[in-house]
């Protein structure tokens, strides 16, 4: 059941309270006036949610900075493990080196005939034998951040 409001703001029944507790007229234009802007906030937000092409937008454009983040991460961590790589290899590269008594010392055959021309050219080169080793470590390196940023583990 539901009450009567009659012109001067009050209710019918047992109770006579003015409508919203104003106290005056200047009073309930404030409060219509707030009211008027709670109503306007709302239908802002209910627009805003019905606006299903803006939010896919703004989603897209959000997604778009995150994968670009994780882009930039993953060089990082990439260009990491192919520097440590490179660095480790050329540790390898000299300790080898080292134990090697000089190119003369090198047998020019072995056995299977192929051996022999491998070691001959790397001796001859080093610098290209660290720069191709380094190349496989950045390779190998990120391939395994690759695999285990989507989860292959």
């Known amino acids: 059941m539901t009450d009567a409001t009659g012109r001067d703001g009050t209710r019918s029944g047992s109770t006579a309270q003015p409508v919203g507790g104003a106290k005056g007229p200047d009073e309930l234009r404030q409060q219509i006036e707030r ?29 778009r900075d995150k994968a670009g983040a994780m882009t930039v991460q993953l060089r990082s961590s990439a260009a990491h ?23 003369d010392g090198v047998r020019r055959h072995t056995s299977s005939g192929r051996v022999g021309g491998a070691v001959r050219a790397g001796l001859g080169h080093p610098r290209a034998v660290l720069v191709a080793g380094a190349v496989a470590g950045v390779v190998l390196g990120a391939s395994l951040v690759r695999r285990r940023h989507h989860g292959h583990w």
């Open 81 to 103: 493990a192919g520097h440590a790589v490179q660095d480790k290899a050329g540790r390898a590269g000299h300790a080898a080196q080292d134990k090697v008594p000089g190119r």
């Open 35 to 63: 009211t008027r802007g709670e109503l306007g906030d709302t239908v802002e937000e209910l627009a805003g949610k019905a606006d299903v092409k803006g939010r896919a937008k703004a989603r897209a454009a959000d997604l």
